[in-house]
């Protein structure tokens, strides 16, 4: 036997070779640009897929009485389409470039949790294929985008179109509002010293707003989404009138979740093209504080507007009055941007290249379909054009006209950054002109169709006057910007393989992105120019015209948010949003429905008190924990620890034992709809708070094994937050469930 070391040449042979693959690569990074490059991609081939739907849409649609589609396709291909392009499209490619660019531009390494934002993706991912395997069942969703019941009941819908689109869409608002905290957390709390709040760029001020909207707006459709899975798996009757149910319920959680939807969708927009009008203007923007304050007035009035897609339920006068007031004041703060870009443009050396021509795009369409929808503010004009080929238009340009125009914008202004190559600008001039052209001829005429009175979701139409004519025109219009949307792939593919060499800054503009390499490196930044006004990267090449020198802005005090505990606070305010929604379901249910509904004579709220003060005393002793924690005495930090998920598990030992007995007793979540609603609420609250109790045992491992110290208190303080919730959450479930305290 002999001893000794190995020599590192025997050791590399005695090891298996270590093989990487650019798709394992590309699949395992936490790398934020990557995982922003495979958002936009998904959001590209959904884009392709989308775009297919609705040419054979508009194939069907080109001539009355058209046999080439079958109605129930048609219905198949316009809910897929509208859901593509919403959920598969619109919202991955913001997160995509959101995910790219707010760490470059506030000067941070990456964001605030790697992990968590390829969770985000991933979950997309899945969600997405989900939904779309549904095509391979024969039975593909469609009852609408919207799903509004009862079209999306069992009654009307039998087959698994419907279930794949809810479970998919809820996999989905899972990543969106996982990757909405995390954009939260990277703005709030990784910004570069000297980049306060004020001085961030426009882009990431409209993605900060966005991302509150997805965190608050959200959670109302997964609200929605979950009692109607309740209803076609279970057999409750949330959305069932005949047996006491609401229909119209499912058009308020869905629209207060699909209002914001809108600016969830056009917000980031407004922040591209307040990055590319400045800088192609070369001068500042015009009115930075109205443009960001405008965006804040729009997050606030955004929620108090949904109902206006309702005008035509029979909300009442009242209702109905104040809705159109809310909507004709959401105007207000849209308008003031416009003004604020035009008077950007007024007097600027205008550099017209392929990103503005498509910004200018974008200002002229977005104001069409802003214009309109000031018309659906008014309740008599609605009632004439809802559920006409108008709506169609409406939403379009405000959709496509300014979305998809404001994405092309910034796609040409920020690819040579992400590849270091320039996109051919005769092509991006070309496409332009066949989307401006192909995109007005396609929605500028439904306007007219829809005053013609044109029902949407038709598969066919009669030979009414002009009506053929006008279609015609709507699919040949769709024809053109498939064309120009093969020259924008063309246009990258030959610009990746031989486009010019951008350089580290080809349009001299103004942003922390334009501070480092194009493409930047793993690590975003050697080093960070002085951050002292908006627009550090001018100041940095012009030094003798620096903004700081004749334009004052709010200095960074340097002070920072604890990042676990925000992100903690985030999660909650989406979760208190689940549940309040589902307890407003639970009052307006059993406060009109009285007769012949189980009440809560069924449930022994004397036992339920006692496990309930367990639960409640929890709190206290996870208190006492943090500060045994915080003081470093780790024996009490463990008891007290201990005992908080004893506590817990009590609760959840009572919970079980009270569910046996109404099963037991033939009480069961489809009885009616006292039990519905009990059943759901205390159920989801069950659920989260064995996660809790799960998050708890992972911190008592932690702390024997000493890795949780009191250095780290602020992780187990975060998790406080969590655990907290669920115990306040459950005193507003036993004071309105088991005492009545609103019946």
């Not at 109902?307 to 809705?323: C, N, S, T």
């Not at 550099?351 to 309740?379: E, P």
């Not at 013609?452 to 910007?481: E, Q």
């Not at 009990?678 to 911190?699: E, K, P, R, S």
Request: aromatic letters at 16%; a neutral charge.
């Amino acid at each position: 036997m002999t001893t000794g070391s190995i020599k590192q040449s025997e050791l590399a042979s005695i090891e298996p070779p270590v093989t990487s693959t650019v798709m394992l690569d590309w699949v395992s990074t936490l790398d934020h640009k990557r995982i922003g490059i495979m958002y936009i991609l998904t959001a590209v081939f959904y884009l392709a897929v989308a775009g297919f739907e609705a040419l054979l849409m508009r194939a069907q649609l080109a001539f009355p009485n058209n046999t080439l589609l079958s109605p129930e396709m048609f219905n198949q291909l316009f809910t897929m389409h509208g859901t593509t392009m919403v959920f598969l499209v619109g919202m991955p490619v913001l997160t995509g470039f959101a995910n790219y660019f707010v760490p470059l531009m506030i000067g941070a390494r990456d964001v605030a949790f790697p992990r968590l934002n390829a969770f985000g993706f991933w979950m997309l991912f899945f969600g997405a294929l989900l939904i779309h395997y549904s095509f391979l069942t024969g039975s593909a969703p469609n009852a609408g985008w919207f799903s509004y019941v009862p079209l999306s009941t069992k009654a009307y819908s039998s087959l698994q179109g419907v279930d794949y689109w809810i479970i998919g869409l809820l996999i989905m608002g899972v990543g969106s509002v996982s990757g909405a905290i995390n954009i939260f957390a990277t703005i709030i709390c990784m910004r570069a010293p000297g980049m306060s709040l004020q001085r961030v760029p426009l882009f990431v001020w409209m993605m900060l707003m966005q991302v509150i909207l997805i965190i608050l707006a959200l959670p109302a459709l997964n609200s929605a989404l979950a009692m109607l899975l309740i209803d076609r798996w279970l057999g409750s009757a949330f959305f069932d009138p005949t047996r006491g149910g609401s229909a119209v319920l499912w058009q308020h959680y869905f629209w207060i979740f699909g209002h914001p939807e809108v600016y969830i969708l056009i917000l980031p927009g407004f922040g591209m093209i307040s990055e590319v009008i400045p800088v192609f203007s070369r001068k500042p923007i015009y009115g930075y504080t109205f443009v960001a304050g405008s965006s804040v007035a729009i997050v606030l009035l955004g929620y108090g507007v949904w109902a206006h897609h309702m005008f035509a339920v029979g909300l009442g006068m009242y209702a109905d009055i104040f809705f159109a007031i809310g909507s004709l004041l959401i105007a207000i703060p849209t308008g003031i941007k416009v003004f604020n870009w035009t008077a950007t443009l007024w007097g600027g050396e205008i550099q017209f290249n392929t990103a503005l021509h498509f910004a200018v795009g974008f200002l002229l369409q977005f104001v069409i379909g802003g214009l309109t929808g000031i018309m659906f503010a008014a309740v008599p004009i609605d009632w004439q054009l809802t559920d006409t080929y108008f709506v169609v238009a409406h939403f379009h340009y405000v959709l496509i006209g300014g979305l998809v125009f404001s994405l092309f914008s910034a796609a040409y202004y920020w690819f040579p950054k992400m590849t270091g190559r320039m996109l051919n600008e005769r092509l991006g001039i070309l496409q332009f002109w066949l989307w401006v052209l192909g995109f007005n001829m396609t929605f500028m005429v439904q306007h007219f169709l829809g005053m013609m009175g044109m029902p949407r979701r038709v598969y066919t139409y009669a030979d009414n006057p002009g009506w053929a004519l006008l279609n015609g025109i709507a699919s040949i219009g769709a024809i053109f910007m498939a064309v120009g949307t093969l020259v924008f792939l063309w246009n990258i593919w030959i610009s990746l393989r031989k486009g010019k060499i951008a350089g580290d800054n080809p349009w001299d503009a103004f942003t922390l992105e334009w501070a480092t390499t194009s493409p930047p490196p793993p690590e975003n930044f050697s080093s960070l120019p002085e951050i002292k006004s908006r627009r550090p990267v001018w100041d940095m090449n012009h030094p003798e015209y620096a903004d700081w020198k004749s334009a004052q802005t709010p200095p960074d005090k340097g002070k920072r948010l604890n990042l676990p505990k925000l992100a903690a606070w985030s999660f909650i305010a989406s979760e208190a949003v689940f549940f309040l929604l589902l307890l407003i379901a639970f009052v307006v249910f059993n406060t009109r429905n009285r007769g012949g509904m189980v009440t809560a004579s069924v449930l022994d709220v004397e036992r339920t008190g006692i496990f309930s003060l367990f639960l409640i005393s929890s709190s206290v002793t996870f208190w006492l924990a943090e500060r045994f924690l915080k003081a470093g005495k780790k024996s009490m930090f463990t008891f007290s620890l201990g005992v908080t998920i004893l506590f817990g598990t009590i609760f959840l030992a009572g919970q079980v034992w009270e569910y046996t007995g109404l099963l037991t007793s033939n009480v069961t979540i489809n009885t009616d709809l006292f039990t519905a609603t009990f059943f759901t609420i205390t159920g989801f609250h069950g659920i989260h708070v064995t996660a809790g109790v799960l998050a708890l045992i992972v911190m008592l491992v932690m702390g024997v094994k000493g890795n949780l110290t009191p250095k780290k208190s602020h992780v187990f303080g975060a998790v406080g937050v969590y655990w907290h919730f669920v115990d306040v959450v459950w005193l507003f479930v036993f004071g309105i469930i088991y005492l009545g305290l609103l019946q």
